[in-house]
């Protein structure tokens, strides 16, 4: 099984909105609606911010978001916030009890 | 709540077996759940190296699994992970997490332990 593919960056101003893909095969993403999304900040644990697609953990803000379309899933932050500068990870379930991680996003808020 | 902990050698040679167990705490091994293991190569993405249900049941990535060993202990409520013949390339933070059975997401995660791979 092969990485899910996200671009290495993306940046926005506080307040805007930044959107990161995640794009993997009808294997892994467009086969099953078992998305998730982690931020992880430098020296961190990654943390769960989005599961099954679209729904938040308790104390996750609703300015994250998330969706799918095909094989390509998607994770917004709307109003971004300077605490919010950090690498973001999606995961696929792919069948089989397997899992696959995506290559990972660095947001970073200018 | 449920807290993990990953602990083991930081330092391993290269050609030698890798070992980290996870303990947790907070909840039950024996009462449900898939616990996984995911590492993270210095500066690079996440990679998961395999799950194990409570019953035994493991589950491994391709790429590594004529080289994993995911075992439970529920006596101690912990699970483990071996890796044979290391190299280099598996220098890595290693992290120890539950899995959900029907969500297949990750949460929570332990604080990830470094291990170097050098003679």
């Known amino acids: 099984q092969s990485a899910l593919t996200q671009p290495p960056s993306a940046s926005g101003s506080p307040g805007q909105s930044v959107t990161i893909s995640c794009t993997g095969t009808?294997?892994?993403?467009?086969?099953?609606?078992?998305v998730s999304w982690y931020q992880q900040h430098p020296g961190k644990a990654p943390k769960l911010m989005i599961y099954?697609?679209?729904k938040r953990p308790s104390g996750v803000p609703d300015r994250f978001s998330g969706s799918k379309s095909g094989n390509t899933a998607s994770l917004t932050v709307s109003g971004l916030q300077a605490e919010d500068e950090a690498d973001y990870y999606c995961?696929?379930?792919?069948?089989?009890?397997?899992?696959?991680f995506g290559t990972g996003t660095k947001v970073t808020v200018l | 709540q449920v807290q993990l902990q990953e602990s083991g050698p930081g330092l391993v040679k290269p050609s030698e077996t890798l070992s980290l167990t996870c303990a947790v705490s907070?909840?039950?091994?024996?009462?449900?759940?898939?616990w996984g293991w995911i590492r993270q190569p210095p500066g690079k993405g996440l990679e998961w190296i395999g799950s194990?249900?409570?019953?035994?049941?493991?589950y491994y990535n391709p790429s590594l699994k004529s080289r994993v060993t995911i075992s439970v202990d529920t006596s101690k409520n912990q699970f483990s992970l071996k890796l044979s013949s290391v190299t280099a390339a598996d220098t890595a933070v290693y992290y120890c997490?539950?899995?959900?059975?029907?969500?297949?997401?990750?949460?929570?995660w332990g604080q990830g332990t470094l291990v170097t791979v050098s003679s």
């Open positions: 997490a539950r899995r959900t059975v029907f969500g297949r997401w990750f949460d929570p």
């Open positions: 907070g909840y039950s091994i024996s009462s449900g759940y898939y």
């Open positions: 194990i249900y409570h019953s035994g049941s493991t």
């Open positions: 009808s294997s892994d993403v467009g086969g099953y609606n078992y």
């Open positions: 099954e697609v679209s």
């Open positions: 995961s696929s379930y792919a069948g089989s009890n397997n899992s696959v």
